[in-house]
């Protein structure tokens, strides 16, 4: 049995999210060679539920690869993969500030789903989870906006904003995991890896 995890992420927020379930990981990242953004491409017309598990099953398939071609020593894999949808248009991460301010002029005033997607893998084994959240923001000003996005939090980011960050001053209502919306489900996680054999909670 393991005593830790593989994270397929770079995101420091997953990682403090483990932490915060006092699980100890290390890091499974992309080789320099590996064209991790290409997975996160979406397919024609795709329903948001079912492009977010594509791309972390794909994002799982890669680091599982990664672990056997390292020689590293076996242990749950687990990733992750996060999405906003406005309906049925996924609002990915968004390449310029431009397309950020668009994004958030979208989602001002309205509710949007949250989806995030977990999977974890040992050895043959391979355990998965969708968390789905609604949140809903309050107008938002152009002038606010512009700002919001002149802070450079929106970059990187799904749907351009971070709920932890300065954007929670235009959420009205959250309905879900908010630890979902941050990239990460805690209750969703726990109960995959005690499936995949590790003990929390002690």
Do not use: W
């Not at 923001?137 to 932890?164: D, L, N, W």
Request: proline letters at 5%.
């Amino acid at each position: 049995m393991s005593d830790f995890i593989y994270l397929a992420s770079q995101s420091p927020r997953r990682a403090q999210l483990l932490e915060q379930l006092g699980v100890r990981f290390e890091r499974l990242l992309p080789a320099p060679g590996e064209d991790a953004e290409a997975l996160e491409v979406v397919r024609g017309a795709e329903a948001p539920a079912t492009y977010v598990q594509r791309v972390t099953a794909l994002k799982l398939d890669a680091a599982v690869q990664r672990l056997h071609a390292g020689g590293l020593p076996v242990a749950p894999v687990l990733c992750s993969d996060t999405t906003v949808a406005l309906g049925r248009s996924i609002l990915g991460k968004p390449d310029n500030a431009a397309e950020a301010a668009r994004m958030l002029s979208q989602l001002s005033g309205k509710t949007h789903r949250v989806l995030t997607a977990v999977a974890v893998q040992h050895g043959k084994k391979r355990f998965d989870a969708l968390s789905v959240s609604s949140v809903t923001f309050a107008q938002m000003t152009p002038a606010q906006i512009r700002a919001y996005v002149a802070s450079g939090e929106p970059m990187g980011k799904a749907g351009a904003y971070a709920v932890q960050g300065r954007a929670a001053m235009y959420i009205g209502r959250i309905s879900g995991s908010y630890s979902g919306i941050m990239g990460l489900p805690l209750r969703e996680t726990a109960l995959l890896l005690q499936k995949a054999g590790l003990t929390l909670g002690k």
